[in-house]
């Protein structure tokens, strides 16, 4: 049962990134693809504070989304999603380690692993130096995860019944 309910909160998570990365694209175009870009689906990275069934979800919900998307990089599919594996692994790890009760290092990592590695990826793809576009990713993540990810954080941190549901 154990084995299911994970594969179920995985895949059902990888859906959710990947129709909420669709819906946001159609309704502002490029907005969720580009080196400054405010995915909002990278808003669900918190829920590996919460579940490990997160990380492989977040990562196939990446994958697919990349691989899917016309206008997605070659590279990209392997990059970005290794980006999100690493950045979930991380928070699921770190995940306890808080600041005044908020996980400040694992809302970082979405940024950090995303500007090295996509950062990295768009310099080859496209020039324009490595830190500038390591800037770039790293400001969109950033901004998604300190705003959209922090109220989700709270939301399911203060909603125990939900909290309880997805442990």
Same mark, same amino acid.
């Given at each position: 049962?154990?084995k !299911?309910?994970?594969?179920?909160?995985?895949?059902?998570?990888? $859906? *959710?990134?990947?129709? *909420?990365?669709?819906?946001?694209?159609?309704?502002?175009?490029? !907005?969720?693809?580009?080196?400054?870009?405010?995915?909002?689906?990278? #808003?669900?990275?918190? %829920?590996?504070?919460?579940?490990?069934?997160? @990380?492989?979800?977040?990562t196939?919900?990446?994958?697919?989304?990349?691989?899917?998307?016309?206008?997605?990089?070659p590279?990209?599919?392997?990059?970005? !999603?290794? #980006?999100?594996?690493? #950045?979930?692994?991380?928070?699921y790890?770190?995940?306890?380690?808080?600041?005044?009760?908020?996980p400040? *290092?694992?809302?970082?990592?979405?940024?950090i692993?995303?500007?090295?590695?996509?950062?990295?990826?768009?310099? $080859?793809? @496209?020039?324009?130096?490595?830190?500038?576009?390591?800037?770039?990713?790293?400001?969109?993540?950033?901004?998604?995860?300190?705003?959209?990810g922090?109220? %989700?954080?709270?939301? %399911?941190?203060?909603?125990?019944?939900?909290?309880?549901?997805?442990?």
């Amino acid at each position: 049962m154990k084995k !299911s309910r994970f594969l179920a909160f995985g895949a059902l998570i990888a $859906a *959710l990134y990947v129709a *909420l990365t669709y819906l946001q694209n159609a309704l502002i175009p490029g !907005s969720a693809t580009w080196a400054i870009q405010f995915r909002a689906s990278e #808003a669900l990275c918190v %829920l590996a504070l919460f579940t490990p069934a997160a @990380i492989p979800g977040l990562t196939l919900g990446c994958l697919l989304f990349n691989i899917s998307f016309a206008g997605a990089l070659p590279l990209d599919f392997l990059v970005g !999603s290794l #980006a999100t594996l690493l #950045a979930t692994a991380g928070m699921y790890a770190l995940r306890k380690v808080t600041v005044k009760g908020y996980p400040l *290092l694992s809302m970082a990592l979405p940024a950090i692993t995303n500007a090295f590695l996509v950062g990295w990826e768009l310099t $080859a793809y @496209i020039g324009g130096g490595f830190w500038l576009n390591a800037f770039y990713v790293a400001i969109g993540e950033a901004a998604v995860l300190l705003t959209l990810g922090t109220a %989700l954080y709270y939301v %399911l941190n203060k909603n125990k019944p939900l909290k309880q549901f997805l442990a």
